[in-house]
């Protein structure tokens, strides 16, 4: 009898222990768990991608922003398509800036510093973003700081901060840049960074 009973305890623990875990894994607030091994937990490359996105903070200054009753928010109509291409840079005394090594901007996708000015790039699907890119020019313009992922093309300038997120891994990288290629695209063209005033007066 005692066997008996204690085969049915058993067995009832594995199935509520098969149910939690089921739930576990199916839980939107958590990461999935079916490709811990591929994707750090996350169910995709894309998920794990955009995990990677969010919380290394792309969006402070590639999604424009709109006021809120809390200050600036994301506009996530807009979720990284950079600045906005009619949006005019701040006005303010460069000249002065520069010799004082100050930094400036409004949006918070545009920036006026000793480097000149230089806006957020567009980071969706569209043409006008990387649509046109491949993985190599993404993890080119990580690693070595290149604009458009393009060897001989200029540095990205301040305050994209690729000094920093070229220590992310190969797998990393190729999880943030597929997400971005499933992002949806928004036509929008960044303006040219501007060289420094002082530097244009030479």
């Not at 200054?61 to 809120?68: D, F, N, R, V």
């Not at 994209?160 to 928004?186: C, G, H, N, R, V």
């Amino acid at each position: 009898m005692r066997i008996i009973t204690l085969s049915m305890v058993c067995a009832f623990s594995l199935i509520l222990l098969s149910n939690c875990k089921n739930k576990a894994t199916t839980d939107s607030n958590s990461p999935a768990t079916s490709n811990p091994g591929n994707y750090n937990g996350f169910g995709s490359q894309i998920a794990w991608g955009q995990h990677l996105v969010r919380v290394s903070g792309c969006n402070d200054c590639h999604t424009p922003k709109m006021m809120t009753a809390r200050g600036p928010a994301d506009d996530t109509t807009k979720l990284l398509s950079g600045h906005p291409e009619k949006v005019p840079a701040p006005e303010v005394d460069r000249k002065a800036m520069e010799s004082k090594g100050l930094a400036v901007t409004n949006t918070l996708t545009v920036w006026v510093g000793p480097w000149g000015i230089s806006y957020a790039a567009n980071l969706t699907s569209d043409p006008t973003g990387i649509g046109n890119w491949n993985e190599s020019n993404f993890i080119t313009s990580m690693r070595n700081g290149k604009f458009k992922g393009i060897s001989n093309e200029r540095d990205l300038l301040p305050p994209m901060p690729w000094q920093w997120y070229k220590y992310m891994t190969d797998d990393e990288l190729k999880a943030i840049f597929a997400y971005l290629k499933s992002t949806k695209p928004i036509h929008n063209i960044v303006p040219e960074a501007v060289p420094p005033a002082l530097a244009q007066m030479r």
